[in-house]
């Protein structure tokens, strides 16, 4: 007998996200048949905008909202409900769900639905970026560039990915870059940078293995160069960076400057190229449903 509460959910369904195109309305519908759950299915028009999501907030008045795609996807719930202290669930529909699997979330839809009526509410950090809300993982240089040349195939995953980092690998320019945190100030010749509000990409690759959603901070990762030997530290073994070739400090809040324009991009979204970017912990501002 289910002993929870009855809840109202939002459920916000980005049909265009990921490899697959299970039906999600039929998913949804079908496990909350025998539960006293009320369930609202909006499915995202184009263009995706926060005024979508806020005005299907304001009619129904949920109790949580549900983010049905990928990281994308999830940031923008995470804009539209920023400050409004209504808990976000995760249903993982995305090609890489990077965020999902940085709380714990697997792809498993009954058991992702169970977290989201079973689980417990995780205040959690976010990152503004140049006025764009950072949920996971944000970066200009190499990977940036990666992203750019990965939306345009029609190829999706992870080999998609490879395929794209291939082609830039002997394509993209070191950057020469200041970057000015909280109590110092260091210039870098580096392949990238990132601000990591998580511990990993989409890919599993482990970036920032200090890092935690919930501590006031985020990481500066410097990626010197693209070395083999730290890209087999990130995916597999998990040891401990060669200072060498790879740096973190970690911060509350930092301005980053380029000799020249660098690729951008937000959590999987490219976002042009730009000469610098300033960056700031939102502590705390979004309340997440995990396991």
Known sequence: M????????????NATAGKTKPDWDQTIRQYFNNKPHTIIIHHLKAPFTREQIQEQYKTHSPDSIISVGGDGTLKLVAESMLNSNVPVGVLPAGSANGMAKELGI??????????ITQGNIKNIDLIRINNELCIHLSDIGFNAFVVKTFETFNKRGMW?????????????????VT???????????????VLANATKYGTGAVINPNGKLDDGKF????IKKIAFSEIIKMMITHKEFD????ELFTTSGVEV???????FQVDGEYLGKIYSLQAECLPGVLPVIVP
């Open 106 to 115: 697997g792809t498993n839809p009954e058991k992702a639905l169970d977290i």
């Open 219 to 222: 990481e500066i990762v410097v």
């Open 257 to 263: 400057h380029s000799r020249h324009r660098v690729h």
């Open 179 to 193: 970057i000015a945190g909280e109590k110092q100030a260091v210039r870098r010749n580096a392949a990238m940078v």
């Open 160 to 176: 998609g990915y490879i395929k794209a980092a291939f082609k830039v690998l002997f394509r993209h320019r070191h950057m020469e």
């Open 2 to 13: 289910y002993t929870n509460p009855p809840l109202k959910l939002l459920f916000i369904i």
């Open 243 to 246: 200072p060498a070739k790879t």
